[in-house]
């Protein structure tokens, strides 16, 4: 009997071998998932990336701003700058009028194009390294707006190196109330080619359609508070597979000084399925709903450990 079993399942077609099993608890923990649908791990991949990285590639490009205004302030045009935390940089300036370009500071209508090499623009802040260009768009008392051009730029953040090609236009708005600061960075972009380094791992991601709102408030100097809101689209290549995701934030999502979400809500879409997150401190919740039919089909828990050491 047990012979004629065995020949039995022998002509199942492995596709539907792998339906019985998984109906029948087979497979692991991922046991009943569609083809088409979203494992634990990719859950945990898609709601990790989505994100950290953007936000840390917002952080990237504000960076980049904020070191050339430093270099600009300090340097003289065609000459080797040592920056304030390590480094150099040199840059030229175009477009804008004599008394402009040599004043210090970003004016309307100012090119700068700046090579770094392992620059810090302040203590504390992200090393750059590579080229860019900055067009001012406008500047005024507390706002400052600029379109950027990067090729192989290298930013080298507390928690991972990123690397970014593409164009974008960065909005930045400063307000100050008694020992308090606010920075707004409005980051949009058609297009930025993403490589993160972390530890001995390599990712890439590209980022569409790209609008993203980034606040940091600080407090004497010290960060207090820190959010992201928005929208954007992500490709990514990881070690453990590959994925296109389109993802909108419910609100600001607040952030740790690791850059790990704390606080809110932001939803996943798929081609075929969609992914709910809510965060507190701690732990994030994760629900699929498999053919975005507005049922939930999985609901998965993770800490903010496990998210924070999944990104990038």
Known sequence: MKKNAN?????????????????????G?????????????????M??????????????ATTLLSTTQAVVAGGTASQTFNCAGGGTAVFTASGGSL???TNGQLDAGEVYSVTYTNCVGSAGAASLS???????????????????????IVVTLPQRVLTLNGTSTLSQTVVTSGASTTTTNHWTSPQIVVTSQRNARNSSFTLTGIDITRSITTTNGVISARSSSG??????????????????????????????PTQGAWTITLPNNRIGVSVVPGTLTVTVDFGADGSIDRTYTFTSAAIGAEAG
């Open 7 to 27: 020949a039995r399942l022998a002509l199942i077609p492995a596709a539907a071998l792998l339906a019985l099993l998984a109906a029948c608890g087979g497979g």
């Open 29 to 45: 923990d991922d046991a009943g998932t569609p083809v088409t649908g979203v494992t634990e791990s990719q859950a945990q991949a």
């Open 47 to 60: 709601s990790a990336n989505s994100a950290v990285v953007p936000s840390e590639t917002a952080d990237a």
């Open 99 to 101: 008394g402009s370009l």
């Open 130 to 152: 590579g080229s860019a260009t900055l067009t001012v768009v406008s500047a005024a008392a507390g706002a400052v707006e600029v379109t950027t051009s990067t090729s192989g």
């Open 231 to 260: 929208t954007h689209t992500m490709n990514a290549v990881l070690p453990n597979g590959n994925w296109t995701v389109t993802t909108a934030t419910n609100g600001a999502v607040s952030y740790d000084a690791n850059g790990v």
